[in-house]
């Protein structure tokens, strides 16, 4: 059945999330998002996991880029920026520990990899395979997009006479159509002793320049897209992601108190939500990281956010948090895809293979 119908605040729930129609097909947790990203592709962060490396004392971090690459971005990563997975061993939000990857120029289909700890040399390689070295494993090459979301099911929502009330022709379902099916990107994989985190840490991606300007910086799925400019516009995203963790809660915390309280009128709840998406980070309790049932971004121990794994629904889990479900009344729960198209193959590099 189509019906037009017209809700005001559940329009507002689709904006927020979609940062309107124009840029609808071409975003999700975090492509193609920022106007620093749209203009350096191979250094646009499409998304960070998190994860323990089963049967082994390793925690596995991956950095995605290239947004639907070999389609709408190139194949191959920056050979004069630098993609850096950033850790957090004392609870502050600064790096201690800063593991820098850097590429070569790319020749007959391979760029060279150089992966730092604070400077100092742990493995050099090639794009493709396998790198090994100080006991630290990286991989860096084309994989199967592990993100899941019907972007297409959007579509429908417009806000034709700009009132802030926007219009639905369309199912009163979501289509529960993957539009990330069948699309790849270029990962970065980075598998590491448990001992180089600690007890606990705090993780996040960044990506530079040749300048040292940063063009991206992600931790949790979906937080710029969501809160930076999520009425149209993309004016604060840059501002947004050239943010240290550190200074989250005082610059960015009341822009996501306001967007929460068109969602949650009940006092201090928009507060203790945002409270917990930031800094902008993925949490790790290395002790129970991958170890104990409902660890994970959708489904910490103890209800905490811990890490984030290639099969969770994140999706789902924010549409039923930013549209009301903390305090009983969601106005969306869950867009109908549930997985992702190609399964994980449980070993490294742990992403389904490329398309």
Known sequence: MRKTTKFATLGAAITVLTIGAAPLLTSGA?????????ANRSLDITDIYAFDAKGSKNT????NVNPLAGVLSGTTFSSSGEYRFNVDTNGDFVADDVYAVKFGKERHGT????????????????????????HAKLYAGVKDD???????????????????????????????????????????VLEIPDAWLGASANFWAS??????MTIDRMGKPALATVFVNPFGGTSDKDAYNATMPSDDVATWAPLFIAVESVFYPEAGVPEAIT?????????LDVATLGKSTGTGFTGGAGGILNGRTLAEDVIDLELYVVTGG??????????????????FPGTFPYLAPKH
């Open 111 to 134: 760029q060279k990899v150089t992966l730092r700890k604070n400077g100092e040399t742990v493995l050099r390689g090639e794009t493709g395979g396998t790198i090994k070295g100080g």
């Open 60 to 63: 596995v971090l991956v950095i």
């Open 207 to 212: 990506t530079v320049d040749r300048d040292g």
């Open 275 to 283: 409270g917990l998406l930031l800094p902008d980070v993925l949490h």
């Open 146 to 188: 592990p993100f899941f979301f019907d972007l297409a099911s959007f579509k429908s929502w417009r806000d034709p006479d700009a009132d802030g009330a926007f219009t639905y022709t369309g199912s009163t379902a979501f289509a529960g159509v993957d539009f990330f099916r069948g699309t790849n990107i270029s990962t970065i």
């Open 30 to 38: 975090d492509h193609i998002e920022a106007p620093l990203a749209v």
């Open 326 to 343: 903390l305090a009983g009344h969601a106005i969306l729960s869950t867009d109908g895809v549930a997985a992702n198209d190609a399964a």
